[in-house]
């Protein structure tokens, strides 16, 4: 069995906010198979099925960001599943809105979560895809920037590497890292110039 995880804070005022964007990524792999979330035997909220006759656990932890690594732990104990067959799915404000970064192994890179989980599960080399949310033009703390939502103007990128997460979520499933870091690791957004361009008078 394989094993999705995408990291966000639970709570209807954070819904929206560039740190959900992990749990945006989950439900639209859990949609595109057709699968809905409910309440797992541990702290989180799972969709299970199959894509391509790969079981697939899907997970949403219902702590905070900062304690998710408890509800990875959980599932990969009640589920037996490797540390090979995780894919964890979650922002970072390090790098440019609409990047796509997938990884093996590596630090937490100042995302809570990734630290907790690494912390949880006393290793790091596992399989992270981290979604861009980088903006230049933000003045201020980067607490307050993660909890931020997304301005209007950046909503097509978001939407679009939502799907390209989503893809690149499933393909994982079938074709492993390397492919799929491949396929669709990209330092920004394709549709990024939009989103920055001063609006007409």
Known sequence: MKLICGLGNIGKEYVGTRHNVGFRVAESVAEKLGLGFKSGKGDYDFAKGVYESNEVLIIKPTTYMNL????????????????????????????????????????????NGLKNIIQELGRNDFTRLRFGIGNP?????????VLSNFKPEELEVVEDT?????????????????????????????LEKKVFLPKEN
């Open 68 to 111: 998710s690594g408890r509800a990875v732990r959980h599932a990969m104990a009640f589920y037996k599943i490797s540390i090979l067959d995780l894919l964890v799915i979650c922002d970072d404000f390090a790098i440019p809105l609409g990047a796509i970064r997938l990884r093996g192994e590596g630090s937490d890179g100042g995302q």
């Open 137 to 145: 033009e933000f003045k201020g703390s980067a607490a307050d920037f």
């Open 162 to 190: 939502i799907a390209q997460c989503r893809d690149a979520a499933l393909y994982f499933l079938t074709h492993g890292l390397n492919p799929t870091s491949t396929k669709f690791n990209r330092k920004s957004s394709p």
